[in-house]
């Protein structure tokens, strides 16, 4: 098993003029920022809180979850994968030459800074939090740690990072303190679902990532069998949401969960039959009607807080 990168090829780093138009926006995907920024929406939603006057800090939340710390992380892991990219997409800004020299490092440092700086007026709690995203930004891509090694620790700490983290970092900043536990336990529930949305999402780097001893999950088992991990992955927590939805109270809610499980099901049986190909489909149907799912539990959430208070 490899532990370090090998020397890099000369596309790693290209050399040009300048940054081309767009390579920077490029370089911070924005199409990966909806996850993050929908958790945090999530969390929005189940904190109870008064959103004619909270809204303000809520705007605030969703962009540094989705354009800030997500577009962060995307470029740190750019960077660090820029000779795994030259395999599997030469086309990125590093690899293709678009962005010259360091220009993806600094991005990725300026960016960070920005990221602590507007997570330092979301108060301690979302302060500590951002502070938390960056540092498993920085751990799942960079050396010594580069995470993303393993597709079982790398994958946990994106999934975390994606779903559970902006849920419980909204919650307890509109609510001004810890939250609810039945919200904490609701958002950890959906981080582990979100495993198997991210062994999905490493169906696209598979020559890569073997050829430079990334063990990502597909690498590891196959296609086939991280296939089917990554449905019972996704399946099971959203099975004991809505058990616990219906347990406190939310039949409602609990069967919008378990009518997005259902369809999600249906698309998993599309998907394994052919994992590989049909990874980027699943992707675009079945994380969709997961997150719906999310957005149920979150409001099924908020009554109950209000009982609870």
Known sequence: MATSAPAEPASA???AVRPAPGAVLELLKPITWFPPMWAFACGVAASGADLAAAWPLALLGVVLAGPLVCGMSQAVNDWFDRHVDAVNEPQRPIPSGRLPGRTGLWVAVAWTALSLGVGWLLGPWGFAATALGVALAWAYSAPPLRLK??????NAACALSY???????????LAGGAPDPRVAGVALLYGLGAHGIMTLNDFKSIEGDRRFGILSLPVRLGPERAARLACVAMAVPQVAVLVLLWAWGAPWHAGAVA????LQLLCMARLLRDPRGLAPWYNGTGVLLYVL?????????????????
């Open 13 to 15: 780093h290209p050399r």
């Open 149 to 154: 090694r393993d597709g079982w620790t790398g």
């Open 163 to 173: 779903e559970t983290l902006p849920w419980i970092t909204a919650a307890a900043v």
């Open 259 to 262: 009518a997005s499980l259902l």
């Open 293 to 309: 799912g999310m957005m149920a539990s979150a409001l099924a959430l908020r009554p109950a807080l209000g009982a609870a208070g």
